[in-house]
Nanobody
Framework: QVQLVESGGGSVEAGGSLRLSCVASGYTYSTYCMGWFRQAPGKEREGVASILNNGATDYVDSVKGRFTISQDSAKNTLYLQMNSLKPEDTAMYFC?????????????????WGQGTQVSVSS
C-alpha cells in the first residue's frame, strides 16, 4: 500500500503563504501522477492541482498564478506552494496519487489519498 502523509497546513492572514508537503512511501515504482484536492466544510471535494512524473502540471482556474505544485522525486515528496491566499482557500487539503489514466485536478478517481492537512485563511 502507498502511504501519503500531508503536512504544512496552518492558519494565515489573507495574502499570506503556506507550503504544503506530502511524503509518499510504500510504492514499488515511480508515481505516474500526483495532485492536491481540497474540501471545505459542507462543500464537495475540489481538485486543485496535478503533476505528472515528467513535471507537467495542471491547475484549477481559481488557483492559477497563486499556487504551484512541484515534486522532489529523490525525497518522494510532493509540494503545494500557496501564495496570495484568500479566505475561500480555507479547506482541508488532501494529497492524491495514481498510476494511470488522465492526470488532472478534474480527475475524481485516485488510487491513494492522504489524511489531509487543514488550511485556514482569515480576512
Amino acid at each position: 500500500q502507498v502511504q501519503l502523509v500531508e503536512s504544512g497546513g496552518g492558519s494565515v492572514e489573507a495574502g499570506g503563504s503556506l507550503r504544503l508537503s506530502c511524503v509518499a512511501s510504500g510504492y514499488t515504482y515511480s508515481t505516474y501522477c500526483m495532485g492536491w484536492f481540497r474540501q471545505a466544510p459542507g462543500k464537495e471535494r475540489e481538485g486543485v492541482a496535478s503533476i505528472l512524473n515528467n513535471g507537467a502540471t495542471d491547475y484549477v482556474d481559481s488557483v492559477k498564478g497563486r499556487f504551484t505544485i512541484s515534486q522532489d522525486s529523490a525525497k518522494n515528496t510532493l509540494y503545494l506552494q500557496m501564495n496570495s491566499l484568500k479566505p475561500e482557500d480555507t479547506a482541508m487539503y488532501f494529497c492524491v496519487a495514481q498510476w494511470g489514466g488522465v492526470c488532472s485536478p478534474g480527475r475524481t478517481n485516485w488510487d491513494y489519498w492522504g489524511q489531509g492537512t487543514q488550511v485556514s485563511v482569515s480576512s
